[in-house]
């Protein structure tokens, strides 16, 4: 979340809440909080309306703060507000994450089915061709033209007739 939001929902101004935060540095490692790049601030300025250095806009860099720099923050801003606010956060984050591994589990069932189908289709493709041969009448084989004899019939012979007397 961005310094201008937390300080929003903390009831602060973005002043007061950077130097809150810079008083207590050691409390916001690099995986706390972090400097957006110029060009990140570009972009910012451009979305969200934001008056740029050059018209009065701000002047510092803006902060970034991860799950646990919002956590942080509350032991940083001692107010009863502050405690609300990041119970609310906390709570926020604990439905998001639930979120993300539904999608997730819903994503990787989704790809298991199409695993599925995928074969399922293939395996009745194969049933319709093989159906299909099956319907198909089969061919007849055609009378050879001409005499043919049988290879195991025996050759006649004609007899003749011999007279003895």
């Known amino acids: 979340m961005l310094d201008w939001d937390l300080a929003a929902l903390y009831g602060v101004t973005t002043g007061n809440l950077n130097k809150a935060v810079k008083r207590n540095l050691e ?9 957006l790049m110029p060009q990140e601030e570009t972009n910012l300025i451009f979305q969200s309306g934001r008056s740029s ?13 991860t799950e646990q720099g919002v956590a942080m923050l509350s032991s940083v801003l001692r107010s009863k507000r502050a405690i609300q606010v990041n119970v609310a ?39 319709f061709a093989a159906l299909r041969q ?32």
Do not use: C, W
């Open 134 to 165: 099956l319907m198909t009448p089969p061919e007849t084989p055609r009378k050879e033209i001409g005499f043919h004899m049988k290879e195991d019939a025996v050759p006649y012979r004609i007899k003749r007739k011999t007279t003895r007397q």
């Open 53 to 65: 250095p050059k018209h009065g806009g701000r002047r510092k860099p803006v902060s970034g703060f």
């Open 89 to 127: 956060i906390m709570r926020a984050f604990v439905r998001l994450r639930e979120t993300l591994s539904l999608h997730k589990e819903l994503a990787h069932k989704l790809a298991e089915l199409e695993r599925k189908i995928e074969g399922h289709d293939e395996n009745i493709r194969s049933l």
């Open 27 to 35: 409390r916001f490692p690099e995986d706390f909080m972090f400097q």
